[in-house]
């Protein structure tokens, strides 16, 4: 459902409930704190069931470090679906699978299990916080395609337009739950 303005119920809410903080984490980037938001019985039930609404069907729902864990783990649960915790560097046993990216203050490293978790063929939907520039979504993606899984989607709480992050992901689907 539409609202007047032209943002869904569910992007109203994650507006009201997100803080921004100014020159976090370097000077120049505006974040979007969505800790009030998870916090929030009705913002996180809200986002939890858009989410799911989009990873509907995959086999496999996969968080990105750190708060995208949040989310997804929310979602899996939903869906009665197995959650993949994409982690970075140095917090999984080897061996490990990893992807080094771009942000848009630096650079960073992706990881996932090489063994223990049978990806090859499985239908996998990438969940985050925020989408920004694309490189935390393109690495997440790239690194679950080279284990074998098929990406199918990627979802988001907040996208940031400006950013292109949608546009360096294409043709990869990225859902977002709001535009800022």
Request: charged residues 15%; glycine residues 10%.
């Amino acid at each position: 459902m539409t609202s007047v303005s032209g943002t869904t119920p569910v992007a109203e809410l994650i507006a009201s409930l997100t803080r921004n903080v100014s020159d976090f984490p370097v000077p120049g980037v505006q974040f979007k704190d969505l800790t009030p938001l998870f916090a929030d019985r009705n913002g996180m039930a809200a986002v939890t069931d858009a989410l799911a609404d989009v990873a509907s069907g995959a086999d496999l729902v996969a968080g990105v470090d750190s708060r995208g864990f949040l989310v997804a783990a929310a979602v899996a649960t939903r869906l009665g679906t197995g959650v993949l915790a994409i982690r970075k560097p140095g917090k999984l046993p080897p061996p490990v699978l990893a992807e080094q990216y771009q942000l848009e203050y630096g650079t960073a490293i992706l990881e996932i299990p090489a063994d223990g978790i049978a990806l090859r063929g499985r239908s996998v939907v990438i969940i985050d916080d925020v989408l920004a520039t694309g490189g935390t979504l393109g690495a997440a993606s790239r690194l679950l395609t080279h284990a074998g899984a098929n990406v199918t989607a990627a979802a988001v709480v907040v996208e940031l337009t400006a950013l292109g992050g949608r546009e360096a992901l294409a043709p990869l689907p990225v859902h977002s739950l709001s535009r800022a």
